[in-house]
């Protein structure tokens, strides 16, 4: 994380970036991708990414109207808010295009565990509901999963579970 989008740039163009890459490349599968968000925290206290939550879902959501996600993602901050299991949501807008798309948005939503995130996603609720996530986008480009494991108790605290290759144009939840 940096303070400002200027000093990430300068940093890709540094020593210590590369010395960076050399590390994880052993363990990327495939080229590197560096995008930048503006992120805000749509619930408090926010949990998500490693704020606290051992697990985090994320996505690039495909939008062509960011007044429309906002709306949308700012209802589906209230509605996941109270699901068992639920840490925190944060996401915004990427600075680059995205699959050729000019406006999209990455979001990230913490949870306790695995297991409870997966077991919202069969429930008739999110079958119901997650009409709030789709209405505004066009689809989403790429979802994943991390969990974070504490280097020091080997607690839940970094580690990718799932990378998802590309999804097909328009897939929607």
């Known amino acids: 994380m940096r303070d400002n989008l200027f000093n990430c740039k300068e940093w890709l163009d540094s020593t210590s970036y590369q010395d960076f890459l050399a590390i994880i490349k052993p363990v990327t599968m495939g080229g590197i991708i560096i995008r930048h968000a503006y992120l805000a925290e749509y619930n408090s206290p926010c949990q998500a990414l490693s704020k606290g939550s051992p697990f985090t ?45 000019a406006t999209s948005f990455l979001v990230f939503v913490g949870w306790e565990s695995v297991e409870l995130h997966d077991a919202y996603h069969h429930t008739e609720e999110f079958r119901r509901l997650r009409h709030v996530l789709n209405e505004p986008v066009e689809g989403y480009a790429y979802y994943g999963h991390v969990c974070f494991r504490n280097e020091e108790t080997g607690d839940l605290k970094s580690e990718v579970v799932e990378g998802k290759e590309p999804l097909r144009e328009g897939a929607k939840l």
């Open 57 to 101: 879902g994320t996505a690039y959501y495909l939008a062509p109207n960011r007044e429309a996600w906002d709306a949308a993602w700012a209802r589906w901050a209230t509605i996941v808010s109270k699901v068992p299991g639920f840490m925190g949501i944060s996401g915004g807008p990427v600075v680059e295009d995205v699959d050729g798309c």
